[in-house]
């Protein structure tokens, strides 16, 4: 294996792949887009410094444990990992859509057909994961990514678990999660683990349907959620009065205190909300309410099947034809041990260290194919420098030219208050903090695209409905400077653009 070649925007990574772009930061490194050359594949490589971290190397082993026993239409598909000193890659299905908090509007959300198909995605998602004895316990929109069909594909299992062993149940006593997404009973602990992770799937749906978190943790010093709890009061407030009579009857069973009268994934599915026919128009007004349901489907007509696109079959196919991973007993007990039985090779001779007969069985999307063309065209991949660019909202071209777009920024960020720091590969790091007076980073990466400059914000540490509010009050400065168009796009492909 050739070693891995870190200089240069475009560089070769392992023999045959090259790393294309960085796709988001977790909280242990980067995610990086690798392309291979010859077929165009592409898959996500996440690097977590175990020498930096030290405290990421029980939930990396934890992590990857648990993501090679899923295979699942909505959960990211686990290809493979490689330690190279203290480095650990691991190699995932590449989620070209991005995240499920980009299309959420702050204080808006989004039409409720979407909602509703995001919404009913990923319960049979967690479905999956609870019928396999794994919970979850950080479900948030930052952590659902969507694949080029705009499909629900729930990653980052670092703080996973399994909580059913040999049919049984365990009950769980970690407090983890992130604070406006977690279940009360998990403050308080031990806590059953699927009614926790279906707490938090309700405050995603208030999220989606409202653009807002309906508070900021759910205990008794945060009046928000004691509303929510004890009184009448919350009908009359937001989030809860942009929704309508039917989104709030399935919520306030979702989001019941007692996680012993939750209702179960099941029932979720079976409750009308879930199998009302919303009009699905191009609605330009989001504040929808009672007047855009229609009659309810018959039940469970909207199974999460339904939404898919139909490319998603072969995606399936594809999949299932690969042998399918089955679960030793011993590996369910390493899981709940912290995987002490993990291999830990460092043998640098192996590209990916393939798992259970598969190892990138990700299909040739056309996306990768039009880019596999281009690069035979031009002969040369290796000279070729290409930029595929994840789907997000939170990026725009500008008219100016590359300094006055530096100057234009700075001056915007200087007066909304943010600290600014910008390094050599022209990425401008932004740290504030938000309405909660936590932490929020993001980054700004200035790139040039076929001569047009392109300002690409993302998210490093914090909410993600916060750093759209702050993307959104950046752009409305630098109006007279954006490129008018469409704010999103498939997928771009630049040649020699990279600067
Ligand atoms: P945190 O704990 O802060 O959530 P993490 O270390 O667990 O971070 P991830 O959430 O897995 O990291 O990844 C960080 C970001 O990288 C994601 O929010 C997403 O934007 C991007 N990303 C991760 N995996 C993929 C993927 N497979 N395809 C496309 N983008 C990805
Ligand atoms: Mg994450």
Same mark, same amino acid.
């Given at each position: 294996m050739s070693s891995c070649t870190q200089n240069g925007s475009n560089r070769e990574f392992v023999e045959g792949w090259t790393l294309a772009q960085t796709l988001g930061e977790g909280a242990y490194g980067e995610v990086k887009l690798l392309i291979n050359r010859q077929t165009g594949e592409a898959v996500a490589m996440k690097m977590v410094d175990l020498k930096k971290h030290p405290d990421a190397v029980l939930s990396v082993r934890k992590e990857v444990c648990i993501q090679k026993i899923l295979q699942d239409p909505h959960i990211l598909r686990y290809f493979g990992k490689r330690s190279q000193g203290d480095i650990e890659y691991i190699f995932l299905e590449y989620a070209a859509g991005g995240e499920l908090f980009d299309r959420i509007e702050p204080d808006i959300g989004m039409p409720q057909h979407e909602a509703q198909r995001y919404?009913?995605?990923?319960?049979?998602?967690? *479905? #999956?994961? &609870?019928?396999?004895?794994?919970?979850?316990? @950080?479900?948030?929109?930052?952590? +659902?990514?969507? @694949? $080029?069909? %705009?499909?629900? !594909?729930?990653?980052?299992?670092?703080?996973?678990?399994?909580?059913?062993?040999?049919?049984?149940?365990?009950?769980? @006593? !970690?407090?983890?999660?992130?604070?406006?997404?977690?279940?009360?009973?998990v403050l308080v602990k031990? #806590? &059953?683990? *699927?009614?926790?992770?279906?707490?938090?799937?309700?405050? /995603?749906?208030?999220?989606?349907?409202?653009?807002? +978190?309906?508070?900021?943790? =759910?205990?008794?010093?945060? *009046?928000?959620?004691?509303?929510?709890? $004890?009184? %009448?009061?919350?009908?009359?407030?937001? =989030?809860?009065?942009?929704?309508?009579?039917?989104?709030?009857? +399935?919520?306030? !069973?979702?989001?019941?205190? *007692? =996680?012993?009268?939750? /209702?179960?994934? @099941?029932?979720?599915? %079976? &409750?009308?909300?879930?199998?009302?026919?919303?009009?699905?128009? %191009?609605? !330009?007004?989001?504040?929808?309410?009672d007047g855009d349901l229609r009659s309810p489907k018959s039940k469970r007509q909207c199974s999460s099947s339904d939404f898919s696109h139909p490319f998603d079959d072969s995606i399936s196919r594809v999949y299932c034809s690969q042998p399918m991973p089955t679960m030793r007993n011993d590996v369910e007990a390493d899981i709940a041990a912290g995987c002490g039985g993990i291999n830990r090779s460092t043998n640098n001779n192996s590209a990916f260290e393939a798992r259970n007969g598969f190892c990138f069985s990700q299909p040739a999307l056309l996306d990768d194919l039009i880019l596999c063309t281009q690069m035979n065209q031009t002969q040369s991949a290796s000279q070729n420098v290409f930029q595929r660019l994840v789907r997000r909202m939170t990026r725009f071209f500008v008219t100016t030219q590359w300094d006055d777009t530096i100057r234009r920024l700075f001056t915007t960020l200087d007066k909304l208050g943010y600290t600014r720091k910008i390094n050599d590969d022209s990425v401008v790091t932004i740290s504030t903090t938000d309405r909660r007076k936590l932490r929020l980073v993001f980054k700004a990466h200035i790139i040039e695209m076929d001569g047009k400059i392109l300002l690409d914000f993302r998210l490093s540490k914090g909410c993600g409905l916060e750093f759209k509010r702050r993307f959104i009050k950046i752009k409305q400065i630098l109006e007279d400077i954006v490129l008018k168009g469409p704010t999103t796009w498939p997928i771009a492909i630049a040649t020699n653009s990279v600067p």
């Open positions: 919404f009913t995605q990923l319960l049979s998602g967690v *479905q #999956y994961l &609870h019928s396999r004895g794994v919970a979850h316990r @950080d479900l948030k929109p930052e952590n +659902l990514l969507l @694949d $080029e069909h %705009d499909n629900i !594909k729930i990653s980052d299992f670092g703080m996973a678990t399994m909580f059913r062993m040999k049919g049984k149940e365990r009950l769980l @006593d !970690k407090r983890c999660g992130t604070l406006p997404y977690v279940a009360p009973e031990p #806590y &059953h683990a *699927q009614p926790a992770d279906i707490w938090s799937c309700g405050v /995603i749906l208030v999220t989606m349907l409202a653009g807002e +978190l309906p508070w900021d943790q =759910p205990s008794a010093n945060c *009046q928000e959620f004691v509303n929510w709890k $004890e009184n %009448d009061q919350w009908t009359t407030k937001t =989030p809860w009065s942009k929704l309508d009579t039917l989104a709030i009857s +399935l919520l306030r !069973k979702v989001l019941a205190v *007692q =996680p012993a009268h939750r /209702i179960n994934l @099941d029932k979720i599915l %079976d &409750h009308k909300w879930c199998n009302m026919q919303f009009i699905d128009c %191009d609605l !330009k007004s989001h504040d929808v309410t």
